[in-house]
């Protein structure tokens, strides 16, 4: 009987502990997915808005971290990423921090280029008072009174700054069109974003980041019209680095209004449920399209854009249950070539041949090699047009580079290559765009040295690289100089300095197409004659010029100076 109401009192001591077990637990309807990673590689370029080369800027991806070149260049090796998809963060001085979409494929290589927007900050308030922000009637922010706290949580006290993001449409050009985001129920889907918004708020006393602890109103004057009534405003977490579902959009003809906490990075569009398409895209049955660009038009709209692995593979987000096409892009994302795709066979495997592209297809192949004919085994060839839109490629360890993309119309092409172990890069090679363009890049000891520089109106500039071609003739006294110069291997301006022959008054000098400093200035006339000394060093042929006085014009203000030092030294070609 003891036993029995011993035995009795353990099973509700036990029942009681189980039920408060049981009450402790947070039960989560529907927690994030997990994680899963791929070992894969990536390249890339960061540059700003202007298509200029950022130096050193800081890109990682969790917590692996590197430094861009002078190229703006930067890679990873076997690094991990998400499965589907994941986000490289990009940050420089005076810029604004960059969260760069990115899709890799087991133990492939992608490339991607990224935009960096220049941070300017327009006004600034006191914390203590209500705040109307305006922006160039685009942005209408209303900041109420103590909203802003530091990044430990204690609410900030002072005056602030406003700088607000996406203040040009080339900002966006390079940004994915569709991301993986959470909805309002937590679940994943495809974002096809239509426009980007946000604000990055800091102190004016320290430069501290500043945050809200109070939501804000943000207005945004757009053309609204052909927005879909269902959009909603998504903003990306820095800490999880993924995107969530924020709030309601409020529509009004050319405008359209959310409420939130976190302004700094603000996506308008629609979410759909989506599955992958994978495939291999090629060019003419034979080789891989290397980091072309591709993407899915639904009704007329790119809802994901990305680009192809150097394999030639390509995984695309496609929208469930609806008609849509595969379309390749050229560089400058005009539609090139459109295939059909069908989303109700599963899974979608959709392999893609290019045998008549609508734009041009550049074919690049060739070797980079020393110049004692040893192959160069790290480093990549940078292939740009005349509106900066430059991509890269790798140069495999036996020194060979192979892969074709779409070019922007028939654009001359700039090619260089650089060496990765000795950080040195080759001279500009300029091949027109057509097919079949095999090229051989060398790059060698620099044993010599050369510059070009000028000295005027307290502006002292110089350029590191400096080469020259003399063209005369025997039996003529006229003789043409042709110089370029300058930097990071890219010879970019030119200058034509030529002595003619007048029967009457004798020998004179004259200068043609002498812009500078990127069409900056122009030197207009010579004043004294040009002091030239050939000589020899290190077994190169050199040549030495100084412009003793030279009238230089601005060609904004059309002012006029003169220079205080005109100097070439440069090898003769």
Sequence with gaps: MNKNILLMGLLILLGISCRKTYEDISIINNPDPPKVEIETNIIGLVQDQYGQAVLNAKVSIGNTITLTDKNGYFRFQKVYISKDQDFLKIESPNYFVSYQSIEGLPGDLSFTRCILEERIFTNKFSSDADAIYTYNHLYEVYIPADALMKSDGSLFHGTYKVAPKYKDSSITRELQSGVITLDEKNSKKLLHIQHHLGIEVRSIETGEPLYFSKSIQVKYNINTSHLSPLVQSYSFNTKESKWKYNGQVTLEPNQLSII????????????????????????????????????NMLNGQSIHNTRIQYSGKFKLFVVQDKYQELIFQDECKGVNSVFSVNVNQLPIVKDLIVDNPLNFA?????????????????G??????????????PITSQGNFNTIFFSCNKLDMLYTATDLVNDRTSEIVTTSSVNNSNSTFRICENKVSS???????????SYSICRVRKISNPNSPNVIFIFEYGSNGMFTEKLILERLNNPTTGNYWRLTSSSFISATYQLK?????????????????????????????DQSSMKKYTTDLVFFRAIIQ
């Design 525 to 553: 006339e010579i004043i004294d004659d040009p002091e030239i000394f050939f000589f020899e060093l290190g077994g190169v042929q050199m040549l030495e010029c100084n412009l003793p006085k030279v009238i230089i014009e």
């Design 451 to 461: 510059i070009a520089r000028f000295s005027f109106n307290h502006i002292d500039t």
């Design 260 to 295: 939130t906490n976190n302004p700094e990075q603000i996506a308008i569009g629609v979410c759909y449920s989506y599955t992958t398409c994978e495939g291999m895209a090629m060019f003419n049955k034979n080789n891989g399209m290397s980091f072309s660009r591709i993407a």
């Design 380 to 393: 990549y060839i940078l292939a740009r047009n005349k509106t900066n839109q430059s991509i890269v490629f």
């Design 362 to 378: 550049i074919e690049l192949s060739g070797k980079a090699i020393y110049c004692d004919g040893s192959p160069i085994t790290e």
